[in-house]
């Protein structure tokens, strides 16, 4: 009995850390809910749906699990040649079998790196197109939300859906599925192999099997929390710089850096001490599989070794030193992807759970769809006409009430009244951008919802009060495309008939190509040449984020310039002039004449001034329309308008005092 006793004592040692972290297991509560990880989708339907994307590349990922079976013949029969040679040098020696093991070990390490490779190379392929269009389908997706669904939907979340969490799906398709696969067959064929060598010794190997699975159990539970802990900390801290960087302007004026820093500094302890818990969880979890692996070891070491040294056998097996030297080989391509396992376990929720916020995302129904009748018109005359249109963006709350009003081709139509009294919503419904309750709204008699959506929007130019710029060049702003930019990118280089031919090469045609004389015959219809014509690099001047290095009345020129452009037959301005100052007012004024003559206009502006030659104007409250008439129509009324207009009259008096 003396000599079990080191055996005995091993179990003791497992039995007491394994109590221990039951213990631990039953104590510790995961809060799923709290920390915002609730899961909704199985995952066999998450499964299932990725690969209906993996389905079209079928041929590569069996090529992938062919080739598999060759990389892990290393694994497999590399212990087996080595005890041959352990025996070969303890028995009669001989050089030339040695050379022959020698050679097999070679060739089968060879054969196993190089099927790995291809494997690698084909997964990350197939792996980055799958992603790819996943992405793009995400994307395309996000750009059908209806307007109302886009201001529900924060832009950092949706930027964290289409990088981030398709970055977790990649991982699974490009490694993780494979690496999986492979440690389950290496598990199985290492057990076989075991077997056939000596079943006594990998039944002891197996009774090692219980606990492992316990301390993989466990571990996942604590690794799971500790991750949750750190998604949300990481998500927390970049919420916050987000806000914060965009508003550091607003920090500096009032003096709260101090404050600010204390609350980043924070969040950022919370976010290390998060990281620090999943480190400490790691650092229980590899030890203990560790310590599982040594045991098994010494436990084969000390069998094996006595009956070995005693010329015995055990359990009714012959042990050679070759078998023990195999064994221990084996041990530990045992050991090791069991613990592959059960941290790869852990990534593939991972990206079930980045998978099924994807999947949330793309099973958005869109608010704004095409009728199935509805069709393409090649060119709108612009006569437009509210019957009866009642819009609410809360159920029951409404701020458009029964509208009716019609404007004839050509015409331009001015929308008044004080902030919230509707107006920009009759600019949104007509481009659906939002879907109304009740009434219609028809375009040359069409109801609008019988004409395609992007054919609608193509043929309305919207020309807003906040002009958002892309980073880039002036030219890509006004083109909206990519010919500019890469035209630009090229000319910066071209030096000589050689680098012109390669410019003139370079360029990519959008819908139709559109020359530099042709942006700069629109930049001057809106007077925008002036301030172009100054700049250094003209067209190709860089354009910064948001388009910050322009004041305000030039970002409204180029999007005057941008939207003629594209030739709309309607053209909407929605306080186009507000926030203008006085000279850069008199070349939009200017600029708003000349496009009166290019199709219907319609326009929301509070400076009463910059409507007086509207066709008709609209005069709104609270979601009706109060007062329709022309300028003088209005001012003879003495209504609403004439209010309006005599307050306007008297502050600009003041202000020119």
């Known amino acids: 009995m003396r000599e079990y006793f080191p055996l005995l004592l091993v179990g003791a040692i497992i039995g007491t850390i394994s109590a221990v972290l039951i213990l631990a297991y039953v104590l510790v509560k995961d809060k799923k809910e709290s920390m915002g990880f609730e899961r909704h989708m199985k995952d066999s339907v998450i499964l299932k749906r990725l690969l209906l994307y993996a389905k079209p590349y079928w041929k590569q990922f069996l090529l992938v699990l062919f080739l598999m079976l060759f990389s892990i013949a290393y694994d497999i029969l590399s212990p087996l040649i080595v005890g041959r040679i352990e025996n070969l040098v303890a028995g009669r020696f001989t050089l030339q079998p040695l050379f022959d093991y020698v050679a097999v070990y070679a060739v089968i390490l060879v054969v196993s790196m190089v099927c790995s490779y291809f494997q690698a190379i084909i997964l990350q ?64 064929g290492v057990l076989a192999a075991m077997l056939v060598l000596n079943y006594e010794l990998t039944l002891m190997v197996l009774c090692f099997v219980p606990f492992i699975v316990l301390f993989t159990v466990i571990f996942q539970k604590f690794s799971r929390r500790a991750y949750r802990k750190v998604k949300d900390c990481t998500t927390d801290i970049n919420t916050w710089l987000s806000e914060n960087l965009s508003g550091i302007k607003v920090t500096q004026i009032f003096n709260r850096e101090e404050a600010k820093n204390k609350e980043f500094s924070a969040k950022s302890k919370a976010l290390g001490r998060a990281r620090g818990e999943q480190v400490f969880v790691f650092g229980i979890f590899r030890p203990l599989i560790y310590m599982l692996y040594i045991s098994s070891v010494l436990c084969l070491l000390y069998l094996g070794g006595k009956g070995y040294l005693k010329d015995t056998t055990f359990l009714g097996q012959a042990l050679t030193s070759g078998t023990i030297v195999s064994f221990y080989m084996y041990i530990s391509k045992f050991f090791d992807p069991i613990q592959n ?109 019988k004409i395609k959506t992007d054919c609608l929007r193509r043929q309305i130019g919207q020309m807003l009060q906040d002009v958002f710029l892309f980073s880039g060049t002036i030219r890509s702003n006004i083109v909206l495309g990519d010919t500019a930019s890469a035209l630009s990118s090229e000319k910066n280089k071209a030096d000589g008939s050689a680098d012109k031919e390669r410019m003139k090469a370079a360029a990519i045609s959008d819908d139709r190509n559109i020359s530099d004389e042709e942006i700069m015959d629109v930049c001057r219809y809106v007077n925008a040449d002036g301030f172009i014509n100054r700049l250094e690099h003209g067209l190709d001047e860089e354009v910064r984020e948001r388009g910050s290095n322009f004041s305000a009345g030039q970002r409204q020129l180029l999007s005057f310039a941008r939207t003629i452009l594209h030739h709309p037959s309607i053209m909407i301005l929605d306080e186009a002039t507000a926030n203008i100052d006085t000279e850069t007012e008199i070349l939009i004024q200017d600029s708003l004449e000349r496009m009166r003559s290019i199709g219907t206009m319609l326009i929301v502006a509070h400076r009463l001034s910059t409507i007086r030659h509207a066709d008709q104007i609209f005069v709104l409250s609270h979601g009706e329309i109060i007062e329709r008439g022309t300028h003088q129509e209005l001012i003879d009324a003495q209504g609403r308008y004439y209010e309006l207009y005599m307050l306007q009259s008297h502050m600009e008096k003041l202000d020119g005092r």
């Open 125 to 188: 392929k197939v792996g980055q197109r799958i992603i790819s269009r996943m992405r793009e389908e995400l994307f395309t997706h996000i750009e059908a939300f209806s307007h109302a669904q886009l201001t529900e939907i924060p832009v950092g979340k949706l930027v964290t859906r289409v990088t981030n969490d398709t970055n977790a799906i990649s991982l699974m398709f490009t490694s993780l599925l494979a690496r999986l696969l492979k440690n389950c067959f290496v598990i199985a």
């Open 341 to 449: 396992l059960a941290e790869q376990f852990n990534w593939l929720q991972s990206a079930f759970a980045s998978a099924e916020k994807v999947f949330s995302l793309l099973d958005l129904p869109l608010e704004m769809t095409d009728a199935e009748d509805a069709i393409e018109v090649p060119r709108l005359r612009g006569e437009i006409e509210f019957k009866d249109v009642w819009f609410a963006y809360i159920p029951g709350e409404w701020v458009l009430k029964g509208v009716s009003f019609h404007v004839k081709a050509g015409e331009t139509a001015a929308f008044v009244g004080a902030t919230g009294s509707g107006k920009t919503t009759i600019l949104a419904l007509l481009t659906r951008n939002y879907e109304f309750q009740k009434g219609e709204i028809l375009i040359d008699g069409m109801d609008i919802r």
